[in-house]
């Protein structure tokens, strides 16, 4: 009886994620081209990842609740772990998706050694906060939206009071308040190169004490107290009107690649210390990593005080790729015109599919599926003489 409720439980669950899912809007032209344009180099697309999620219900469950959890007050620490092609990187963008639809601010970036140096936590934190995204704000623009938004609200409230704006970040370390009453009382008379300069130390770019005097603080961002700076930066974001901070850290298993031992060692100390800062509430952090990463670190992650939770997830089977595979075709069918349109559709792409997927999975990974079919889609759609099963490769 107990194992049925549990089964019951689960069913009901899956529904809800289902729901949460469908009820998602449904891509405009423009953006179903958008998506199909980051399958095509073998990434997952900026915004519309939901429209081409397959049978993720269980990762979507789990990520689902930790979001709620955080915009409630919690912090959470998750380690996403698969292959090379399962669908990490397109799980991280589910979730920026959901994290965002709950008014938490979200970055993402990627742990590799050129683009975000893990041994360098001043360059980490500077890649963190150009990533920032927020609902309803350019990419890019996002810690300039956040603040221009607490300005405008607090003025209409404060009528310009400099005092006011302290009050409303008085949980903020002196230094966060003096930058933030600096960028607020330069709003308000105009003076763009102040404010530009109290944006630039949040940035963790200004490096001048001279110019970091000007705002009212001895303090300059360095990798010693970058850190620091990451923490407080989720504190003000909580206080300015959103619900949280999500970090996303996609290919965290670059670390164990540096050549130099002294930077691969501080790599493995900075993600300590990064997942040991995870504990401040309302802030999610989720690692996207390898199997072979999580095999040699484990006395490396058993010594963490917050022992981090692990969501293993496989490529999809043969079932859910045709799914995904017809879903691919529809947005190719909405984005592009097609002339003799009956190659493709009904049983014969159907049947394309399932004769391309009638062999082994063995090395096919989502993205090498993916990226094949929309190729094959392409072709087939600037030659309407060509059958289907003449585009589609051998995998």
Same mark, same amino acid.
């Given at each position: 009886m107990v194992g049925s409720q549990s089964d019951f439980r689960e069913s009901l669950e899956r529904v809800r994620v289902r729901i949460s899912i469908s009820q998602s809007r449904q891509p405009t032209k423009q953006e179903a081209q958008a998506i199909l344009s980051a399958l095509r180099v073998g990434v997952p697309p900026q915004r519309g990842v939901l429209a081409i999620s397959i049978n993720r219900e269980k990762e979507f469950q789990t990520i689902l609740a930790d979001v709620e959890q955080v915009a409630s007050g919690k912090s959470k620490l998750l380690f996403i772990n698969g292959l090379y092609g399962a669908g990490k990187s397109h799980l991280l963008y589910v979730l920026k998706e959901f994290a965002l639809s709950k008014n938490l601010a979200v970055s993402l970036v990627s742990l590799t050694h050129g683009e975000c140096p893990l041994h360098d936590l001043l360059t980490v934190y500077q890649r963190l906060v150009q990533s920032l995204e927020v609902p309803d704000a350019?990419?890019? %623009?996002?810690?300039? @939206?956040?603040?221009?938004?607490? @300005?405008t609200s607090l003025h209409a409230h404060a009528r310009g009071s400099t005092d006011a704006a302290r009050v409303s970040i008085r949980r903020l370390p002196p230094e966060f308040q003096a930058v933030l009453a600096t960028f607020y009382s330069a709003s308000q008379t105009h003076d763009y190169a102040l404010r530009s300069l109290a944006l630039s130390w949040l940035r963790g770019e200004l490096r001048s004490p001279r110019q970091a005097r000007c705002l009212g603080v001895a303090v300059v961002p360095t990798n010693d107290n970058a850190l620091w700076m990451l923490g407080n930066l989720a504190r003000m974001i909580r206080f300015l009107t959103l619900s949280g901070l999500v970090i996303l850290l996609d290919e965290a298993e670059s670390i164990a690649s540096v050549r130099q031992l002294p930077q691969r060692e501080a790599g493995y100390r900075n993600l300590r210390s990064l997942m040991e800062s995870g504990r401040t509430p309302f802030c999610y952090f989720v690692y996207a990593t390898t199997p072979d990463f999580m095999e040699h670190s484990r006395e490396f992650l058993g010594a963490l005080t917050q022992k981090p939770k692990v969501l293993e997830i496989a490529s999809? %089977?043969?079932?859910?790729?045709i799914e995904l595979g017809l879903v691919i075709r529809d947005l190719h069918l909405q984005s592009y015109t097609w002339a003799n349109v009956s190659r493709i559709k009904g049983s014969r792409w159907l049947g394309s599919l399932r004769k391309l997927l009638g062999g082994s999975r063995e090395q096919l990974t989502n993205r090498v599926f993916v990226r094949s079919i929309v190729a094959a889609l392409d072709?087939? %759609?600037s030659n309407p003489d060509l059958a289907p099963e003449t585009t589609l490769p051998g995998l």
């Open positions: 350019p990419k890019g %623009q996002a810690l300039e @939206a956040i603040l221009a938004r607490w @300005a999809l %089977q043969r079932d859910d790729l072709v087939c %759609q």
